[in-house]
């Protein structure tokens, strides 16, 4: 049974949203089902936080974090590799890809992962990254869960490309899907836009929401069953990316650590990547726009940068260590937006402005509640290729350039 009407007015008392069934009279049966399973499923306590705006970004004592370079990555390579290689083949490892977000900005409207970045042939960015799992399932000899977030606008059109392609020689039943939770996109005054007469305002959590939306999918009893005690995720757009890399996923267990992050050496002080560090003597990321001068001038003991490198969203989490995290609320981001809305006659519009506020979790702060994390470099050439543009930097003709030096045939 979905919510009645009159416990979706209660829940909307209770949050001051009453306007949200202002045109519910004027709704068809189905758009008024709709909606409410949408006012049922809306987590509505995050709206309290526009009010306290100032205090949720405040950062801790940062100081620098030392990473594990590739000289010591080489030392041991072989060893942290078998280590790696040991636990995918007791089939501890699952890998999670984060494929919420639409092509928009490649000037398509399909999945991101659809997009195809072959030129004399198709090779899409889906395929791309699961050929590069491919190589590890061959090199274990064993296949590896690959859990899907997809989101409420590409969930149909991802499933249906995937199966259609026959998941690029992946097999079928070690790939599972679940949607990304969506938050309420508000006014300045935390007050619910609607979108359509019988539909809020709402977008996708935010990349740190993963974990919430694969617990609320049911998943959690299947990762237990199945015995996965670590989680590599990483982000759609980049294609040369190692998931599940064995000689990482060793480390960070020789470590003892409950979490690592794979970085790359910057290629500019004021390149525009989150960089790892300590925040109150606890891992943490401060964002490129939040880095004083003074932090890009900071030098460590060896007279080399001390905020030297940049996260490129792909992680590795302790499953136990997830679920400690997930009783406990993340904190929000609350980022200014344009949001398409109704007026007060009802009559849609598309802001030129921003007009208010989108509610997001962020990795970035799951690391923060780790007990540890390692920082892992990586070969920026070999395995950092991200598509945000469709050209210039990070966009679809630097990433082929990369693949191709890579060996990649395109």
């Known amino acids: 049974m979905g919510m009645t009407l009159s416990e979706a007015k209660e829940k909307l008392e209770k949050y001051g949203q009453e306007h949200i069934l202002k045109y519910y009279e004027t709704l068809s049966g189905a758009e008024r089902e709709a909606l ?5 499923a809306t987590d509505m306590d995050i709206l309290e936080a526009c009010r306290h705006r100032e205090e949720l970004t405040r950062k801790g004592a940062i100081t620098p974090l030392s990473v594990m370079q590739l000289s010591e990555i080489e030392k041991n390579r072989a060893d942290f590799t078998d280590t790696g290689l040991k636990a995918i083949r007791e089939g501890r490892v699952g890998a999670v890809l984060l494929a919420g977000g639409m092509g928009t900005r490649l000037g398509s409207d399909d999945p991101k992962g659809m997009y195809n970045v072959g030129v004399t042939r198709e090779l899409y960015i889906f395929e791309c990254l699961i050929n590069n799992l491919t190589e590890v ?8 869960h690959l859990f899907v977030m997809t989101s409420d606008k590409n969930n149909d059109a991802t499933v249906s490309f995937l199966r259609e392609h026959g998941f690029f020689g992946y097999r079928e039943d070690y790939v599972h899907f679940f949607k990304q939770e969506m938050a309420a996109a508000t006014d300045y005054e935390g007050r ?3 979108e359509e007469k019988g539909k809020m305002s709402t977008s996708p959590n935010g990349n740190g929401g993963w974990f919430i939306s694969m617990k609320k999918a049911g998943l959690i009893t299947f990762l237990q069953k199945e015995g996965i005690q670590w989680l590599n995720v990483f ?3 980049n294609v040369l990316q190692r998931i599940a890399d064995p000689c990482f996923i060793g480390a960070t267990i020789q470590r003892s650590c409950v979490a690592g992050a794979k970085v790359v050496k910057k290629n500019a002080p004021d390149e525009k990547v989150g960089v790892i560090c300590l ?3 606890r891992p943490s990321v401060v964002e490129y726009y939040e880095l ?3 932090m890009m001038n900071a030098r460590d003991a060896d007279g080399e940068p001390a905020y030297n490198f940049g996260l490129i969203l792909n992680y590795l989490f302790n499953t136990d260590e997830l679920l400690r995290i997930s ?3 993340l904190p929000l981001h609350i980022v200014e937006k344009k949001i398409p809305c109704l007026d007060g006659e009802g009559n849609p519009v598309k802001p030129e402005q921003p007009n208010g506020y989108k509610y997001e979790n962020l990795v970035l702060d799951m690391i923060h509640q780790m007990s540890g994390c390692l920082p892992f470099e ?3 050439e070999r395995e950092f290729a991200p598509i945000k543009n469709k050209t210039g930097v990070d966009s679809v003709e630097s990433a082929r350039e990369l693949l191709r030096k890579n060996g990649v045939e395109l």
């Open 36 to 40: 409410l399973a949408q006012i049922d």
């Open 192 to 194: 619910i836009y609607l």
């Open 378 to 380: 990586v070969v920026r």
């Open 279 to 281: 925040e109150d003597g």
């Open 137 to 144: 399932v061959r090199q274990a000899g064993n296949y590896i």
């Open 327 to 329: 009783e406990k609320n």
């Open 292 to 294: 004083t001068d003074e």
């Open 235 to 237: 982000a759609v757009d």
